[in-house]
């Protein structure tokens, strides 16, 4: 299975340092899905609702084994279990064990109960779907949710009757959506993360452009990410670079306001 495939198990960008800018607070957010990092912390950030649209089939697996460790673990037990903080217990069998009830859906259930049984202490057993892109003090520092344990007990409490709308398709097939599905309407703020790197520019005016159609008055749209600031460049119209500094230097992202 080729990397491109596989989504990160943790987010690669400083949610917690560009998500304050936006009010989500009982909002309605339409994001991506990968690590479902910027779902949690949309969740945090007082989101009313959030629905997921990622073409990863394994997105709603890995929001299933996140959502269920943070139901079932301690804090301390959530950075050992992800190898946030290096105590051996990466993908503990014995851990997982523990958490697996709060796992709700019953095919996201069933596969991570087989994977853990089948390979035991593995800790190959979520890499076989997810990349760890980052060191753990880099992913701690990114999510909000993570960076201490009143923040992820808090995080805890929110979530636990949360349960995200997940559509599994190419966002170059939205507008199939938002004419078939009646809650995919009135979005206040939509995450695109960095797809724009890998989908071109042409598919992302367009895609840009259905979402612009859905998005409420004063929404937000994260149009791209940038890791390096000075190669960003404003190539939607109205668009806005907002430069922050963060733990590795300063990064950007592009937005867009809907007036």
């Not at 009982?26 to 609702?49: I, M, P």
């Not at 019953?106 to 593995?122: A, E, I, L, P, T």
């Not at 724009?196 to 979402?211: D, E, Q």
């Amino acid at each position: 299975m080729s990397d491109y495939k596989r989504p990160y198990l943790f987010t690669n960008e400083y949610l917690s340092v560009y998500y304050p800018m936006f009010n989500l607070k009982n909002k309605r957010v339409l994001t991506v899905g990968s690590s479902c990092d910027q779902t949690f912390n949309a969740y945090y950030y007082g989101a009313k609702e959030v629905i997921i649209y990622d073409l990863c089939s394994y997105t709603e697996l890995i929001y299933s084994i996140k959502y269920a460790s943070l139901m079932g673990f301690s804090y301390e037990e959530f950075l050992e279990f992800y190898n946030l903080i290096p105590r051996n217990k990466v993908f503990d069998y014995n851990m997982f064990q523990s958490i697996k009830n709060y796992i709700k859906d019953f095919y996201c259930y069933n596969y991570w109960n087989n994977q853990f049984n089948s390979k035991g202490h593995n800790s190959r057993v979520l890499y076989d779907i997810a990349i760890n892109f980052f060191p753990g003090d880099y992913i701690i520092n990114m999510n909000s949710y993570l960076q201490n344990e009143d923040n992820y007990n808090k995080m805890k409490e929110i979530i636990r009757n949360k349960k995200p709308m997940i559509i599994n398709d190419n966002l170059t097939n939205i507008d199939y959506h938002i004419n078939t599905k009646v809650n995919l309407n009135h979005i206040d703020f939509a995450n695109l993360s960095n797809i724009y790197n890998n989908i071109g520019h042409h598919h992302m005016l367009n895609i840009v452009k259905s979402i612009n159609g859905i998005l409420n008055i004063n929404g937000d749209i994260i149009l791209d990410y940038y890791f390096y600031p000075n190669i960003g460049s404003e190539v939607f119209d109205k668009s806005k670079i907002i430069t922050f500094d963060t733990y590795s230097g300063q990064n950007a992202i592009l937005t867009y306001k809907k007036k």
